[in-house]
Nanobody
Framework: QVQLVESGGGLVQAGGSLRLSCAVS????????SGWYRQAPGKQRELVAA???????NYADSAKGRFTISRDNADNTIYLQMNSLKPEDTAVYYC?????????????WGQGTQVTVSS
């Protein structure tokens, strides 16, 4: 079991930047993948960025070149640096961690943090 607590959301003007943080506690040794998803009103939740335990990353096309996902293993924190924000980036952003322990996979979600980009 892991627990996820996000922070860093807020209101920003278009073109601005925000950094989201996700503090992870619990059985962090079981983590195989970490990521950020977002869900805008009336839309499905979508992957924004992911980072594997080995460090490789993957981004949605909408995030490439603007967002950077990183992980601080010493602090057990996952970050999403978001630059050149656009109004269409407005959504609730969720931290996600996939764990495998004893051969059993588990999906773990944070409570979400609101990001609002004004035009």
């Amino acid at each position: 079991q892991v627990q996820l607590v996000e922070s860093g959301g807020g209101l920003v003007q278009a073109g601005g930047s925000l950094r989201l943080s996700c503090a992870v506690s619990g059985n962090t040794a079981s983590i195989v993948l970490s990521g950020w998803y977002r869900q805008a009103p009336g839309k499905q939740r979508e992957l924004v960025a992911a980072i594997l335990s080995g460090g490789s990353t993957n981004y949605a096309d909408s995030a490439k070149g603007r967002f950077t996902i990183s992980r601080d293993n010493a602090d057990n924190t996952i970050y999403l640096q978001m630059n050149s924000l656009k109004p269409e980036d407005t959504a609730v952003y969720y931290c996600y961690v996939k764990t495998i322990w004893g051969g059993l996979p588990s999906d773990n979600w944070g409570q979400g943090t609101q990001v609002t980009v004004s035009s």
